[in-house]
């Protein structure tokens, strides 16, 4: 039972295995079947036991994951969950059609060709195939390196409530997403050939422009600046939208706008979600785990590898705000 599972900071290093892989394995879920505890997973059921509180009016203060030597590893994972929280909150998730684990620094991706002939063009009989070719790339694709270092001594922060600390990690994490986010966006620009408006000034038109250029897949989201989100929600054709029932703004076309300061003023990014971009993940959030356990909570470092692969073509286009 989970009241009986041994905590210990080794749980953190097993090869090929995360800490809540290790809980799980110690403490099964599937066994809580049927039982008030089984819509906990592993890591829930030993706050649980610790009878520490991480939300709510009676949430505890950090101090309490300190209060035995066993509790206090459950620390590391809270920290981790909380960043990964605020990454799943950001925009990245928005923009990528798949996500893949990678154990390694680069990553060999693949590109599409396809040849001479239309999907619509009807095959004689005996005639061959038009082809669609997957290869590898010749060039790895990178897994750059992401973090953030955190520094609070363990006086600062054991007295602060549980939930308000949670909050800061999960900007950092959705911080830290946006900076991937970034990269992804980087990627996908230097893909394709932008398209430029005919003014200075972005109209609707341009935005039609944009639409226009995907013909084999949907237009789902439109990335760009706050400054250019706050231009098109005061276009004419805007006047009468409304936040969709997810809170969403979409163009009349059905476009989700997303803002992300990772883009200039000058420059849009159409894309069909499920087939224009594919994060490759070197790591999880990583953390230094032992640091934390021992209390030294002066300086929490918190990382991840991220890399971006462009998949489809014709899945992402890019509008250019021509400048003179």
Do not use: W
């Not at 609070?152 to 800061?168: C, G, K, L, N, P």
């Amino acid at each position: 039972m989970y009241d009986q599972v041994i905590l210990e900071k080794g749980m953190y290093h097993l090869a090929n295995h995360s800490f809540s892989e290790a809980l799980e394995a110690a403490d099964p879920s599937e066994q809580y079947a049927g039982t008030p505890l089984e819509s906990l997973d592993a890591f829930e059921r030993q706050l649980k036991r610790f009878d520490i509180r991480t939300e709510g009016k009676n949430c505890d203060r950090v101090e309490k994951f300190f209060s035995t030597t066993q509790s206090a590893v459950l620390f590391p994972e809270f920290v981790r969950r909380a960043v990964k929280k605020g990454m799943e909150e950001s925009i990245l998730p928005e923009l990528t059609a798949a996500s893949a684990q990678v154990n390694a620094t680069s990553a060999k991706g693949f590109v599409v060709n396809e040849s001479a002939g239309d999907y619509s063009t009807a095959v004689s009989e005996g005639a061959a195939l038009t082809a669609t070719t997957i290869r590898e790339t010749v060039n790895p694709i990178p897994l750059n390196k992401f973090g953030r270092l955190i520094t609070a001594s363990y006086e600062t922060v054991r007295t602060q409530r549980i939930d308000i600390f949670a909050v800061m990690l999960r900007a950092v994490g959705k911080k830290l997403a946006a900076a991937i986010a970034g990269n992804a966006l980087g990627t996908l620009t230097s893909s394709v050939t932008p398209v430029q408006t005919a003014t200075t000034t972005l109209t609707y038109a341009d935005l039609t422009t944009l639409y226009a250029q995907f013909t084999d897949y949907e237009l789902t989201t439109v990335v760009a600046s706050p400054a250019v989100i706050g231009t098109i929600l005061a276009m004419q054709q805007m006047a009468e939208r409304t936040l969709d029932a997810n809170g969403n703004v979409r163009l009349p076309f059905g476009a989700k706008l997303i803002a992300s300061s990772a883009l200039n003023d000058k420059t849009l990014v159409g894309i069909s979600r499920d087939f224009a971009v594919a994060c490759l993940m070197g790591t999880d959030v990583l953390l230094e785990s032992d640091r934390l356990i021992d209390c030294q909570l002066d300086r929490i470092a918190v990382s991840v590898r991220a890399g971006f692969q462009p998949l489809m073509s014709g899945a992402a286009a890019v509008l250019a705000v021509k400048t003179s």
